[in-house]
């Protein structure tokens, strides 16, 4: 955990030094949830490839900052959810977000889901100024900061492998 703290130091240092002094913005985290233990306390949780990335949040990245994927579901461990669906990054336009920023059509993930019918309406409120808004039939990841709610795999063996555990 310490060797964690020291990363995440270094990292914010580093990535001041890039900016060139300019205000830096950083996520702070009392402490980060590993991907069981999120996948344990999740409704759902679906193994996939992304089939398309976006829309983008613009201005965080140059390219944007992915808000949402596709993901085409091969196996569903735990709860029930349809076969194609639309994955958000419910802090994208945050210093927290970005859980989605290096995925790629055909990347296998293993996901912990929650849906976004399921969300209360204070938090749906706090979607209204984004460029584009999640649906009721739309899934968030269950646990956008601090915590690993999406896993990227090295394929479809890899992805088999996460099919067969016990997600409980």
């Known amino acids: 955990m310490m060797a964690r703290r020291y990363v995440v130091v270094l990292g914010l240092v580093a990535g001041a030094l890039h900016l060139g002094g300019q205000p830096a913005s950083a996520c702070s985290c009392m ?15 679906v193994i996939g490839q992304v089939v398309d990335v976006g829309p983008r949040w613009p201005g965080l990245r140059p390219d944007g900052l992915p808000m949402a994927v596709h993901l085409d579901v091969s196996w569903t461990p735990k709860g029930s ?38 969300k209360p309406p204070e938090l749906r409120e706090s979607w209204k100024d984004w460029p584009v808004q999640p649906a009721d039939g739309d899934f968030l990841l269950a646990a956008p900061v601090c915590a690993e709610s999406l896993r990227r795999l090295d394929g479809a063996a890899q992805a088999l492998a996460w099919a067969l555990r016990p997600f409980k």
């Open 81 to 118: 959810g349809p076969s194609r669906l639309r994955v958000w990054d419910g802090a994208a336009n945050s210093s927290c977000g970005g859980a989605l920023w290096r995925l790629s059509v055909g990347q296998w993930v293993v996901v912990a889901l929650d849906a976004v019918a399921a």
């Open 31 to 45: 402490g980060y949830a590993a991907f069981d233990e999120v996948a344990r306390r999740a409704p759902l949780v």
